[in-house]
């Protein structure tokens, strides 16, 4: 911690540097870079290459068969998650909704392009022609390795650049690739709706950079770090369209049949019982009984991080509930009691609050992976259940679910050193004076990266009524904060 402060003080004394990466230099040069890639190491896999038909025939099978049949709603699903979703869910900053959607757009579709290369050289490279070959799987696991890329911008969101977030997303990518390989083959978890590889990796690499960044003057951009009432309704779409798909993300590469089918239906319990919870914790920390917003647009959501690990196991419909159930408690708890805690003694700013939608539930998602897993019997899956389930085949043909359980923890423990870890480093790199980062009184406003409506180019003083971080319903006695940005995800 004191190297890193060092750094980050040193950083703080040439912020006067006259250089700056330019946006349209880098996204001219990144996307160059990925046609010289592409062309010499991306090809269309068996079931998108015109040889399917051979294959077809060869192996008696018929068109309906092809993987894109299968897979292919499910990637629709994921793929509205990641630009709608996430897009809309981070447009409730008064100022900042162009680059709450736009920037998430432009990092989900620069992250996409170098995850098809990183997962590719792990997964699906071709050892007799050295090329990578895709198809509709890769295109999923693609989008997922991009939202752990957004779900750190949602802790950074109005605090930085476009330059920042690409090299964030980078990094975030290559950091990704590694941990996901290491986690699922070298390890052999399981993790099929990602809480450790994509909520916790991405949560905890979001929020170590965050206290990489920390801004001791953020309070000059104080007027804009609240919502109006539409900007919240946009919020809410996004919110509403993650809460739909969310079945669809968990279950999306699991194996056809009863597995994928089991992960839709524990999503689907889960969630649900994750928003009678948030309403009724919501309802009951508010003086007057009345809802708060930020918690209806993300705790409602806990429930899909929490149950991704085990969605595929026989964690059975009750368990579900109860899954759902517990997030929604701690994660709107967390967005009342943890987050200003976090800001004011650990200088972690955190404005949409992923600590409380990712971090936390996908901590508790590993979890519940880990006991389900060690508890699981032949009773229970029966004895080709249990192997196809674990994929307990080749190299781990011998190995038990109590084995497996610990696995599973082994699994969660890697993601939280290469989220913190790498967050460390990527934000040290952040520090250096060439990004063009916002100054502290310029953050959360679109007017720094966009062209506005003649009719937004200035905004009147607003009395801080509303802000990010308090409602305030709540107990004025929950630490006494300043107004901050909402905590939120």
Known sequence: MGAAQSFRDMCDRTKNTNVRLSLPAVCVVWQIAMIILFGVFIRYDEESDPHWIEHRKHNNLTDIQNDFYFRYPSFQDVHVMIFVGFGFLMTFLKRYSFGGVGFNFLIASFGLQWALLMQGWFHSLDYTDGKIKIGVENLINADFCVAGCLIAYGALLGKVSPVQLMVLTLFGVTLFAVEEFIILNLIHARDAGGSMVIHTFGAYYGLSISWMLYRPNL?????????VYHSDVFAMIGTLFLWMFWPSFNSAITDHGDGQHRAAINT????????????AVSSLFQKHGKLDMVHIQNSTLA???AVGTAAEFMLMPYGALIVGFCCGIISTLGYIYITPFMEKYMKIQDTCGIHNLHAMPGVIGGIVGAITAAAASESVYGHDGLVNTFDFKDAFAN????????????GLCVALIFGIG???????????PIWGDPADDNCFDDEAYWELPEDEESI??????????RNKDVDDTNFNMEPDPRTRS
């Open 422 to 432: 790498g967050g460390l480093i990527v934000g040290a790199i952040l520090r250096l």
């Open 460 to 469: 009147p003083p607003i009395l801080q009524y509303n802000n990010h971080m």
């Open 268 to 279: 689907y319990l889960a969630l649900a019982s994750t928003v009678l919870t948030t309403v």
């Open 399 to 410: 190995m038990v679910p109590t084995k497996q359980g610990g696995h599973q923890a082994g």
């Open 303 to 305: 429930g899909g991080v």
């Open 219 to 227: 309070d000059q951009s104080s007027r804009l770090q609240g919502s």
